[in-house]
């Protein structure tokens, strides 16, 4: 049974920091294309960074948070990361782990491309 598990969020004011987490078990994590994903409350799902497989890998960030935010992966421990500095308000959201059956995308991630979910971490950013 493959789980998706996310921690990491919590309230930050703007200028702060957080650093997620999502530990993943059930598949083979080193062979997949990993993404993390954000929701704000009315909004739809959005895919703002993604990681394909192998070291040295190649990544995609959206536009609202290239050179804030930074994925990585320890494929070691089945664990993939972001890194989220610099924090404004419009980062509040429910933040998304998210595996896909394949290794290697390009673009932005959607959702449709992602197979396996987290339940989500809540990130709140106060003026």
């Known amino acids: 049974q493959v789980q998706v598990v996310e921690s990491g969020g919590g309230l930050v004011q703007a200028g702060g920091s957080l650093r997620l987490s999502c530990k993943v078990s059930?598949?083979?994590?080193?062979?997949?294309?990993m993404a993390w994903f954000r929701q704000a409350p009315g909004q739809e799902r959005e895919g703002i960074s993604r990681?394909?497989?192998?070291?040295?890998?190649?990544?995609y960030y959206t536009d609202s948070v290239k050179g804030r935010f930074t994925i990585s992966r320890d494929d070691a421990e089945n664990t993939l990361y972001l890194q989220m500095n610099s924090l404004i308000p419009e980062d509040t959201a429910m933040y998304y782990c998210?595996?896909?059956?394949?290794?290697?995308?390009?673009?932005?991630?959607?959702?449709?491309?992602?197979?396996?979910w987290g339940q989500g971490t809540q990130v709140t950013v106060s003026a």
């Open positions: 998210a595996a896909s059956d394949y290794g290697y995308f390009g673009g932005r991630p959607s959702t449709a491309d992602f197979r396996y």
């Open positions: 059930g598949l083979n994590f080193a062979e997949r294309a």
């Open positions: 990681i394909n497989r192998g070291i040295g890998t190649t990544t």
